[in-house]
């Protein structure tokens, strides 16, 4: 079946880094944009990044744009988020999805704090 695994994420201090994984299976992975979402108490689910096949474009929301790289290797059915710069208000519980998809990973939260 379907499935989308993620790991990393973690605490970090502001101004720190971390990077997301998501492994994808069960579908043709290198045919699919990816996504990272997030959502935070309170707040509407963000959309993060974005990557098409082969990995040539992305895009990215405003509040990560110049922090946030998304990278994919299609030969491992991997999509990644590495995070620098972190704020606190990216504090908040990270998605992996198959864009156009409701393929979803677990979720990751991702705490930014002193």
């Known amino acids: 079946q379907v499935q989308l695994v993620q790991s990393g994420g973690g605490v970090a201090q502001p101004g720190g880094s971390l990077t997301l994984t998501c492994s994808g299976s069960g579908f043709t992975f290198r045919n699919y944009p990816m996504r990272w979402y997030r959502r935070s108490p309170g707040k509407d689910r963000e959309m993060v990044a974005h990557i098409s096949p082969p990995g040539t474009t992305t895009r990215y929301a405003d509040s990560v744009k110049g922090r946030f790289t998304i990278s994919r290797d299609d030969a491992k059915n991997m999509v990644y988020l590495r995070m620098n710069s972190l704020k606190p208000e990216d504090t908040a519980t990270y998605y992996c999805?198959?864009?156009?998809?409701?393929?979803w990973g677990q979720g990751t939260q991702v705490t930014v704090s002193y």
């Open positions: 999805n198959a864009f156009l998809q409701n393929y």
